[in-house]
């Protein structure tokens, strides 16, 4: 790096700062400093923008998995006052209960663990179901309809069924009206071995199958944006009773 000197006692300052730059630019110094510059402001802003990508769309899978964007877990019904306070924030919202039990047909059973589904679930993603309708395999976005359920694979075999049977829980007889080959929720709850069978929750008190001391998961699901899903969950960390969680 060259240096200018002058003997001129008063030589300005700034007009000594300003040569020696434009000697360091002639001899390429600034210039590799720049382009180094340069391409280092480049780098982190791509790896910024990569990193929200994969943000976003962990984000967005984890939805997926839930089958909403929170789910508060709870041994015991869900209280009235969560699902108030999603609604006074404009959060989309469902519930689910989830309990094993017995699914029979022709004198068979099964051990099952069976899920009754609110309106509108999923809030995020989709059943994969085979239909009676449908030669492929169809994507919902709605729970069974009442009176009817979806079974897995590994039921309709072990209990030789096959679309339109008929089976049993508690004291009601459902229609087998789909296999259930993907649900939206079963990534969040990977130690079920039982297979799953889907119900429509207002066929649930019919069935007589919750009783005092019966071993039941309830779930309130919500959906929405971030700003107001920020300020339910810290609302709702605040009223977590004993057997609750998010």
């Given at each position: 790096?060259?240096?200018?000197t002058t003997q001129h006692p008063t030589f300005p300052l700034y007009q000594l700062a300003w040569q020696q730059l434009k000697a360091n630019w002639r001899a390429g110094d600034l210039r590799v400093l720049l382009l180094a510059l340069v391409l280092a402001v480049a780098a982190i802003t791509s ?200």
């Amino acid at each position: 790096m060259r240096l200018f000197t002058t003997q001129h006692p008063t030589f300005p300052l700034y007009q000594l700062a300003w040569q020696q730059l434009k000697a360091n630019w002639r001899a390429g110094d600034l210039r590799v400093l720049l382009l180094a510059l340069v391409l280092a402001v480049a780098a982190i802003t791509s790896v910024n923008a990569f990193s929200q990508r994969i943000a976003n769309h962990l984000n967005s899978q984890g939805g997926i998995l839930l089958g909403g964007d929170l789910v508060v877990i709870s041994d015991h019904a869900i209280p009235p006052t969560y699902v108030q306070q999603a609604q006074a924030l404009g959060l989309r919202h469902t519930q689910t209960t989830e309990f094993p039990s017995m699914l029979v047909h022709q004198g068979r059973s099964q051990i099952s663990e069976i899920k009754a589904l609110g309106e509108n679930f999923p809030l995020r993603g989709d059943f994969s179901v085979q239909l009676p309708s449908s030669k492929t395999i169809a994507l919902v976005t709605q729970p069974p309809a009442p009176g009817e359920v979806w079974l897995e694979p590994r039921l309709m075999s072990v209990l030789g069924l096959q679309l339109g049977s008929q089976v049993t829980l508690g004291v009601q007889t459902f229609n087998v009206a789909g296999v259930l080959e993907r649900e939206p929720s079963r990534g969040g709850d990977m130690f079920s071995f039982a297979p799953r069978v889907m119900m429509n929750a207002q066929d649930l008190a019919a069935t007589e199958l919750i009783q005092y001391g019966s071993r039941v998961k309830y779930q309130l699901i919500v959906a929405g944006n971030p700003p107001e899903l920020a300020t339910f969950t810290t609302w709702i960390q605040s009223q977590l009773q004993r057997g609750e969680r998010v």
